[in-house]
């Protein structure tokens, strides 16, 4: 059995993240997939096995059962096929499972043959030469969803009981800045001073990746809050299909949203682009809320929701793209649970009609359509207007004038290409749509009828023009001197060509 993908031909692949056009995989026969360049043959040993690396995810995986006698039958191998791709369908199409390295993996093995965990702890240790301080306790294995950035719980040797988390990550396809401003940037975040910002500890750079500390929080994320989730546990494990679905309380809705909200409209004073909020990003320090991963925009990290905001053309800044992310992180907090598409045509009951009002101009159907509010509107709305924020600490995050240019370029470029992507998915779309209306029952029928009538008119046409083609010889003939009207040799032709017309 072979199935093909569409073959990667940009790094976000390789980066190891969801791009605009969804992730798609079909299941061809032979004869299929001669014809393409980028087939991979699987056998159903390794769809057995990836479904059985999948089950930590809890969930329930519709893998055709085996058979061990007739499974050579055409009938069989056809069902089969049907079976298997409705497998492939449901997990390409499930958010997390699409993203996780076992699926890449499976679909193409050649992009993805790397030990990404390997190479981390390679540049860790070239790390560690200079910096003997710090020591590794264990690797953190896959509580990230991202394939190539990699965790690790730290200690620093002279004080063994501090815990601390190592985030080392490669570069990505929005990576505009020069290699000199991408490392004075990612060494200035540990000066970066807000009450809604997790602190870094350290930070440093090469030219191709990155590598941060931060203090290990026992308490998680808002997503492990929201999923009731172990922080340590890997991320399809914590996430894939939570047992018990609840939201939080509207006053926590309200207080962590108008912290998230203020950090936000902080970054986007400063010029700094962000671009990566969902629930894993945030993390919980009491009742306060502080945004992680600063550093993804710099290295050029396609965003976790990249394939929903790019579906739609007004969401075309990361300003706006950190909105639409917002509604997300917003529906979560308040459902206990991720949208199940988006837009959203109607939401559940809410403890507040002000959450749904927020909800509606960042997920409906009207606000992906005609653009997404700005966060200082968010803020004034009924929902968070009214939440009053105790806090002493005063933001300090200074940026010298030559990197706030530096920054400026390089978010117009991570706009470009999203608008470049956005133009390419909706060419997409209107190709897709017209090749199913084109292959459509209705069309097929259309097309037979109109097929017929044609050639009923040609078999006309050509009926009458071989009457008048006779009917000009006989004509002709009759005219001649040697062949009189009266000669018994010569028969009356036919009157009419109606016989030799059934063409």
């Not at 097309?447 to 009538?453: D, E, N, Q, T």
Request: aromatic share 8%; hydrophobic share 35%.
């Amino acid at each position: 059995m072979a199935f093909m993908e569409k073959p990667p031909a940009r790094k976000e692949v390789l980066s190891g993240t969801n791009t605009g056009l969804p992730l798609t995989a079909a299941i061809e026969d032979e004869s299929q997939s001669l014809q393409c360049s980028h087939t991979i043959v699987r056998r159903y040993s390794d769809f057995d096995l990836l479904n059985n690396s999948l089950q930590i995810a809890g969930l329930s995986l519709p893998l055709p059962p085996k058979k061990l006698i007739g499974n050579m039958d055409r009938e069989f191998i056809a069902e089969r096929q049907k079976g298997l791709q409705n497998y492939l369908n449901v997990i390409t199409t499930n958010h997390i499972l699409s993203n996780c390295e076992l699926v890449k993996k499976f679909l193409d093995p050649n992009n993805y043959s790397a030990n990404y965990t390997e190479i981390a702890l390679q540049q860790v240790s070239m790390f560690f030469r200079s910096e003997p301080k710090w020591e590794v306790v264990e690797p953190l294995k896959d509580i990230g969803w991202r394939i190539r950035k990699k965790y690790f719980l730290m200690k620093i040797k002279n004080q063994p009981k501090e815990r601390l988390v190592l985030s080392w990550a490669d570069l990505g396809p929005d990576k505009y800045l020069s290699d000199k401003d991408f490392q004075c940037l990612i060494k200035l975040l540990p000066s970066c001073l807000h009450p809604y910002i997790y602190r870094v500890t350290f930070a440093t750079a090469n030219e191709s990746s990155a590598l941060l500390i931060r203090m290990f929080n026992e308490k998680g994320t808002l997503k492990d809050l929201i999923y009731k989730a172990k922080p340590k546990d890997p991320f399809l494990k914590k996430y894939g299909n939570p047992k018990k679905i609840q939201g939080l309380e509207l006053q926590q809705i309200k207080t962590y949203g108008r912290q998230i909200l203020e950090v936000l409209k902080f970054l986007h004073d400063k010029g700094f682009p962000y671009g990566h909020l969902h629930a894993s990003n945030v993390m919980l320090d009491g009742d306060t809320c502080r945004l992680l991963d600063l550093e993804n925009s710099l290295l050029g990290l396609p965003s976790f929701y990249r394939s929903c905001f790019s579906q739609f053309r007004k969401i075309n800044t990361l300003e706006s793209v950190d909105v639409h992310c917002f509604g997300h992180l917003l529906y979560e907090m308040t459902y206990g649970r991720p949208p199940d598409s988006v837009p959203v045509d109607s939401f559940p009951p809410a403890p507040s009609m002000a959450v749904v009002a927020v909800l509606e101009s960042t997920l409906s159907c009207e606000a992906c359509k005609n653009g997404m509010p700005t966060v200082s509107r968010l803020l004034q709305m009924p929902l968070f207007s009214d939440v009053l924020l105790t806090t002493s600490e005063k933001p300090q995050f200074k940026i010298p004038t030559k990197l706030k240019e530096a920054l400026r370029i390089a978010k117009e470029c991570i706009e470009k290409r999203l608008i470049e992507e956005q133009k390419q998915i909706h060419h997409h779309r209107r190709l897709t749509r017209a090749q199913s209306h084109h292959g459509s029952e209705e069309e097929r029928k259309k097309r037979k009828i109109l097929a017929r009538k044609k050639s009923k008119r040609s078999a006309v046409e050509n009926s009458e023009e071989h009457s008048a083609k006779y009917s000009n010889s006989n004509n002709s003939a009759g005219s001649g001197a040697s062949s009189p009207l009266t000669s018994p040799s010569s028969p009356t032709p036919p009157s009419t060509a109606v016989e030799h017309a059934p063409f």
